[in-house]
C-alpha cells in the first residue's frame, strides 16, 4: 500500500510541474507577443485643423492653433467652426484633446512622429507715422548752420549762428536759411549796430565805431587835451603785446602734456596753473587800460582825456603786483625743478620786461592826471 501511494504521488507531482511549465509559458509568449505587437505598430499622429473662419469685422483676427507632439502619444485636436458678426470681437476657440500613453518593462520601440497644421489667412494693417520723419537723418535741410532733428515723427531745423563766420568787421551773421541773402550754408550777413566799437587805429582821439556796416575812425570831440593821451597809448599798446607773447610761450608749454622736467620746460601742476593765471590777469588789466585810454569803455560822448588817464590807472593798479607774483613763482618753480633753467631764464626776462613797461605807464598816466589837480595813488 505504502509503495502505491509514493508511485502514484510521483505521477501526480511530475504532471502537475508539466502543467505548470506549459501555463507559465503561454503566459509569457502571449506577454511577449502583445508587447511586441504595442511597440512596433504604435504611431503618433497629431493633426489640427482650423475650421474655416468667417468674420464680418474691419478688425478680425482668425486664431492660429500651433501643436507640437514629443512623446509616445496620440493627441487629436478638432476646432469648431465658429462665425463672428462684429466690429471688435476676436473668434474663439475650443479644444477637445484625448491622450493615450503606453508603456512596458520589456522593450521600448522607436516612436514616429508626425504633425499636419492648417493655419487660415492672417491679415495685417499697419497705421501710418505721424509726420514726415523716423530718424534725424531724415531732416537733413542741406544747410550746415542748422541743427536737423526729427521729434515725434516732425522734423525740426535749430539755427546756430555761431557756426555762421562773419564776412568782414562790422558785420553779423545770423543763421537763416529762410532770408533771401542767405548763402549756400543757410548763413545771412547783416550790418552790425551803429556805433559798436571795431578795431582800434592807434589814435586815442579818433571813434573807432561801425557805421553802415563798415568800421569807421573820425574825431571823437574830446578836445585840445586828447593829444596828451597819444603817448600813454603806445605805450600801453607795447607792454599789452609784451605780456601776450609772454603768456603764449607758457601756455604752450604748459599744454604739452609732459609729466617731469628735464623733459618738460615746464611740469604740471599747482605752480605750473599759477603762473597761467597770474599772466592771464596781467593780460586782462592791460587790454582794459587801452581801451579806457582809446575811449572804448566809458562809450560815447567820450569823456575828458584826464578822466580816460584815471580810469585807466585805476584798472592797472594791481598789475604791477600780479607780475611780481608772477616772477616769485617762476623762480619757486626753477629753484623745485619744476621748470627748466633756460625756460624759467627767458620768461622772467620777459617778465620783467612786462613789469618796467606797466611801471612807465602808470608813471605816464599819473602825470598826466596830476596836471589837472586830481590825486591818484600810485600803484
Known amino acids: 500500500m505504502g509503495r502505491n501511494w509514493w508511485r502514484i504521488y510521483g505521477k501526480a507531482k511530475r504532471a502537475f510541474l508539466a502543467t505548470t511549465v506549459a501555463f507559465v509559458l503561454l503566459i509569457s509568449f502571449a506577454a511577449t507577443a502583445r508587447a511586441q505587437a504595442s511597440t512596433t505598430t504604435t504611431t503618433t499622429s497629431t493633426t489640427t485643423t482650423a475650421a474655416p473662419t468667417t468674420t464680418s469685422s474691419t478688425t478680425t483676427q482668425a486664431p492660429t492653433t500651433t501643436t507640437s507632439t514629443t512623446t509616445t502619444s496620440s493627441t487629436t485636436t478638432t476646432a469648431a467652426p465658429t462665425t463672428t458678426s ?102 545771412s550777413l547783416h550790418a552790425a549796430d551803429e556805433g559798436t566799437f571795431c578795431s582800434e587805429d592807434g589814435d586815442p582821439c579818433t571813434a573807432d565805431v561801425c557805421q553802415g556796416g563798415a568800421c569807421t575812425h573820425h574825431p571823437d570831440g574830446s578836445g585840445p587835451r586828447c593829444p596828451l593821451l597819444d603817448t600813454p597809448f603806445r605805450t600801453a599798446a607795447d607792454v599789452l603785446a609784451l605780456a601776450r607773447g609772454l603768456e603764449a610761450d607758457v601756455r604752450s608749454a604748459a599744454a604739452s602734456g609732459c609729466p617731469v622736467t628735464p623733459g618738460c620746460e615746464l611740469a604740471p601742476g599747482a605752480t ?48 604791477p603786483g600780479e607780475v611780481r607774483s608772477f616772477l616769485a613763482t617762476l623762480a619757486q618753480a626753477r629753484e623745485r625743478h619744476l621748470a627748466t633753467r633756460t625756460f624759467a631764464r627767458r620768461r622772467a626776462s620777459a617778465g620783467r620786461e612786462v613789469l618796467r613797461g606797466t611801471q612807465k605807464l602808470a608813471h605816464q598816466l599819473r602825470r598826466m592826471v596830476a596836471r589837472t589837480g586830481t590825486f591818484v595813488p600810485a600803484p
Open 272 to 319: 605750473r596753473d599759477r603762473l597761467v593765471a597770474l599772466l592771464g590777469a596781467t593780460r586782462m588789466d592791460l587790454e582794459a587800460a587801452l581801451q579806457a585810454i582809446g575811449g572804448h569803455v566809458a562809450g560815447p560822448p567820450a569823456p575828458d582825456p584826464t578822466v580816460r588817464a584815471r580810469l585807466a590807472l585805476g584798472l592797472i593798479a594791481g598789475t
Open 86 to 187: 462684429s466690429s471688435t470681437t476676436q473668434a474663439s476657440t475650443t479644444t477637445t484633446s484625448t491622450t493615450t500613453t503606453s508603456s512596458t518593462t520589456t522593450t521600448a520601440a522607436p516612436t514616429t512622429t508626425s504633425s499636419t497644421t492648417t493655419q487660415a489667412p492672417t491679415t495685417t494693417t499697419t497705421t501710418a507715422v505721424n509726420g514726415p520723419c523716423h530718424t534725424d537723418g531724415d531732416c537733413d535741410d542741406g544747410f550746415p548752420c542748422t541743427e536737423d532733428r526729427c521729434v515725434d515723427g516732425v522734423c525740426l531745423h535749430l539755427p546756430h549762428d555761431e557756426r555762421c563766420v562773419p564776412a568782414a568787421e562790422c558785420t553779423l551773421a545770423v543763421c537763416a536759411p529762410a532770408d533771401p541773402g542767405a548763402g549756400p550754408s543757410g548763413c
